[in-house]
């Protein structure tokens, strides 16, 4: 049986918490920490990963916006459009 984790697509925090979640999976199984990631790419795999027309889509401004908190808590380098681990 699956397991409710209790996503609320109404709550800011539970959206930053899974785009902050979305980069380090990502940047654990398919990207090298030395990869770039670009934020249209992001983007492209938040908005895959939730089930169709259940939840708001991300849109570029909401993940632009935890990106750079992601880099203020020193956790990533945003430049531009590119985000990248700090070694």
Same mark, same amino acid.
């Given at each position: @049986? /699956?397991?409710? !984790?209790?996503? %609320?697509?109404?709550? +800011?925090?539970?959206?930053?918490?899974?785009?902050?979640?979305?980069?380090? !999976? *990502?940047?654990s199984?398919?990207y090298?920490? =030395?990869? %770039? @990631?670009?934020?249209?790419? *992001? +983007? =492209? !795999? +938040?908005? #895959? #990963?939730? /089930? /169709?027309?259940?939840h708001?889509?991300?849109?570029?401004?909401?993940?632009?916006? $935890?990106? #750079? $908190? @992601?880099?203020?808590?020193?956790?990533?380098?945003?430049?531009? %459009?590119? +985000?990248? *681990?700090?070694?």
């Open positions: @049986m /699956p397991v409710n !984790y209790g996503f %609320d697509s109404d709550s +800011l925090t539970h959206r930053k918490q899974f785009i902050f979640g979305s980069v380090e !999976y *990502l940047f199984t398919t090298e920490s =030395t990869d %770039d @990631m670009s934020i249209s790419v *992001l +983007l =492209t !795999y +938040l908005n #895959a #990963a939730m /089930p /169709p027309d259940k708001e889509d991300f849109d570029t401004t909401e993940v632009v916006r $935890a990106v #750079a $908190a @992601m880099k203020e808590k020193g956790r990533v380098i945003f430049e531009g %459009d590119i +985000l990248r *681990l700090i070694d």
